[in-house]
């Protein structure tokens, strides 16, 4: 049974910092390119980062270049993210997502197979 478990989500006033943790299994974890997505109310869900099957691979969107770094550790089948200087505007639910033979790069929603139920992440001003 396929799972992607979100974590690490919570309220914290702009200019803080979260961790968001995935737990993935069902799968083989190692070959799949990992993704983390967001959507805010009356928005569509939209790519924050992904990082590739190989790790080599990273990407952001411009809106959290420079504030958020995703990892992975293969060992234990979980994606992190990592959020620093965060802002009104990164209030959202937060999604994993896994693609096989997955890049990383930009892409839609749909290019991923498993998606976690997501984790609410609420900054205040």
């Known amino acids: 049974q396929v799972q992607l478990v979100e974590s690490g989500g919570g309220l914290v006033q702009a200019g803080g910092s979260l961790t968001l943790s995935c737990a993935a299994s069902?799968?083989?974890?190692?070959?799949?390119?990992m993704g983390w997505f967001r959507q805010a109310p009356g928005k569509e869900r939209e790519f924050v980062s992904g990082?590739?099957?190989?790790?080599?691979?990273?990407s952001y969107d411009v809106s959290v270049k420079g504030r958020f770094t995703i990892s992975r550790d293969n060992t234990n089948n979980t994606v992190y993210l990592r959020m620093n200087n965060l802002k009104p505007e990164d209030t959202a639910v937060y999604y994993c997502a896994a693609d096989l033979w997955g890049s990383g790069s930009k892409g839609p929603p749909a290019e991923y197979e498993y998606w976690g139920q997501g984790t609410q992440v609420t900054v205040s001003s």
């Open positions: 990082i590739g099957w190989m790790s080599s691979d990273i």
């Open positions: 069902g799968f083989v974890f190692s070959i799949y390119g």
